[in-house]
């Protein structure tokens, strides 16, 4: 089970936490695209490209609604032959960076269009957009290899979509193994009722981990980032009752007072009226050695891969630099070379 990070790109900060993460010995570094929050994904991923030489790199997550298929596309392919093949292009159906803007996520079905249009755009195929064949010109003569697309996935329509059209599935419902299993099963039935092999698909979850000896230390800096996932799954016209009992209350608290002003922030009301019992079910927060016995149970549930969030945006500094190295040690355990 490969180990990545999900990190949020910083002005001046962005090479140096690609070169970090992979010195570090992290797999992947993926960025959050929520342009409000962060700078332009795009320009940041060029700089980790060029301040790093194995490490896999990509969005955590982009979304449909705000970014042409034909310009995601331009912008994964050219940073594909900049950093020699490295890239994923993580996508959903966008929540912050459409709130952001007074915006809703795409509906499941503009979701599946514009996953069409955009394999086709990364294959350097012709897609016809209001009857005008439209293709990525610049491609023409240059040899790169395939972009993977990964679709982050709560629910069971966007599972199906993305069983369908994705390379990679990333569940963002928690850090239950069983539930994440379940996840992986709904997935593969989906693949075999649309005639694909579901060997062909990586399967992968965001899990947010803090990890530190002082377990309340621990709970107090995941809380924002939790929450952000915890709302994920507790998006309206989602069946909470499919959720297990120790996640439904949260999940409606969620539904209903998420406040995307304070969002993926720890000091939240929001994320304070999480509790103790609620964390430990949907993340990863103590210490190092609970750490890997949890980590050991998603490698039992059949991901290849995790994308570790790795704390509150206002996680103070004191306990981010620690986990992070704890983090490193973890992934030399679960995840050796």
């Given at each position: 089970m490969k180990l990545g990070l999900l990190m949020f790109p910083s002005p001046t900060g962005?090479?140096?936490?690609?070169?970090?993460?992979?010195?570090?010995?992290?797999?992947?570094?993926?960025?959050?695209?929520?342009?409000?929050?962060?700078?332009?994904?795009?320009?940041?991923?060029?700089?980790?490209?060029?301040?790093?030489?194995?490490?896999?790199?990509?969005?955590?997550?982009?979304?449909?609604?705000?970014?042409?298929?034909?310009?995601?596309?331009?912008?994964?392919?050219?940073?594909?032959?900049?950093?020699?093949?490295?890239?994923?292009?993580?996508?959903?159906?966008?929540?912050?960076?459409?709130?952001?803007?007074?915006?809703?996520?795409?509906?499941?079905?503009?979701?599946?269009?514009?996953?069409?249009?955009?394999?086709?755009?990364?294959?350097?195929?012709?897609?016809?957009?209001?009857?005008?064949?439209?293709r990525i010109e610049w491609l023409d003569g240059i040899d790169v290899p395939p972009v993977p697309i990964e679709v982050a996935a709560t629910g069971p329509k966007v599972i199906e979509i993305a069983a369908q059209r994705a390379d990679r599935i990333c569940f963002a419902v928690g850090a239950d193994a069983e539930r994440i299993a379940d996840c992986i099963a709904s997935a593969r039935r989906a693949a075999e009722k649309a005639d694909r092999d579901p060997d062909s698909i990586r399967f992968g979850a965001y899990v947010n981990c803090v990890i530190h000896p002082?377990?309340?230390?621990?709970?107090?800096?995941?809380?924002g980032g939790l929450s952000v996932f915890a709302h994920f799954s507790g998006f309206h016209g989602m069946d909470i009752e499919t959720l297990p009992e120790g996640s439904r209350a949260a999940a409606r608290h969620l539904r209903h007072h998420y406040d995307m002003a304070n969002h993926a922030l720890a000091g939240s009301a929001h994320a304070q009226a999480l509790e103790t019992d609620f964390i430990h079910r949907f993340g990863i927060a103590g210490p190092l050695e609970e750490a890997v016995a949890r980590f050991q149970e998603l490698e039992h549930s059949g991901v290849d891969f995790v994308r570790i969030v790795p704390g509150s945006r206002d996680m103070p500094a004191e306990v981010a630099g620690p986990s992070i190295r704890s983090l490193a040690k973890l992934s030399e355990e679960i995840d050796p070379r």
């Amino acid at each position: 089970m490969k180990l990545g990070l999900l990190m949020f790109p910083s002005p001046t900060g962005s090479a140096g936490m690609a070169k970090l993460a992979e010195g570090l010995g992290f797999r992947s570094l993926v960025f959050a695209d929520t342009q409000c929050l962060t700078p332009e994904v795009w320009s940041h991923l060029m700089l980790a490209a060029t301040a790093t030489e194995r490490i896999e790199i990509g969005t955590g997550v982009t979304n449909p609604v705000s970014r042409d298929p034909a310009v995601t596309a331009s912008a994964a392919l050219a940073l594909q032959v900049e950093s020699g093949g490295r890239v994923v292009l993580g996508i959903g159906r966008g929540d912050s960076s459409m709130a952001k803007i007074g915006r809703r996520p795409a509906p499941p079905k503009d979701f599946d269009l514009y996953l069409q249009r955009l394999q086709a755009y990364l294959a350097g195929e012709e897609v016809l957009r209001e009857g005008y064949p439209s293709r990525i010109e610049w491609l023409d003569g240059i040899d790169v290899p395939p972009v993977p697309i990964e679709v982050a996935a709560t629910g069971p329509k966007v599972i199906e979509i993305a069983a369908q059209r994705a390379d990679r599935i990333c569940f963002a419902v928690g850090a239950d193994a069983e539930r994440i299993a379940d996840c992986i099963a709904s997935a593969r039935r989906a693949a075999e009722k649309a005639d694909r092999d579901p060997d062909s698909i990586r399967f992968g979850a965001y899990v947010n981990c803090v990890i530190h000896p002082d377990r309340e230390v621990a709970r107090e800096a995941i809380r924002g980032g939790l929450s952000v996932f915890a709302h994920f799954s507790g998006f309206h016209g989602m069946d909470i009752e499919t959720l297990p009992e120790g996640s439904r209350a949260a999940a409606r608290h969620l539904r209903h007072h998420y406040d995307m002003a304070n969002h993926a922030l720890a000091g939240s009301a929001h994320a304070q009226a999480l509790e103790t019992d609620f964390i430990h079910r949907f993340g990863i927060a103590g210490p190092l050695e609970e750490a890997v016995a949890r980590f050991q149970e998603l490698e039992h549930s059949g991901v290849d891969f995790v994308r570790i969030v790795p704390g509150s945006r206002d996680m103070p500094a004191e306990v981010a630099g620690p986990s992070i190295r704890s983090l490193a040690k973890l992934s030399e355990e679960i995840d050796p070379r």
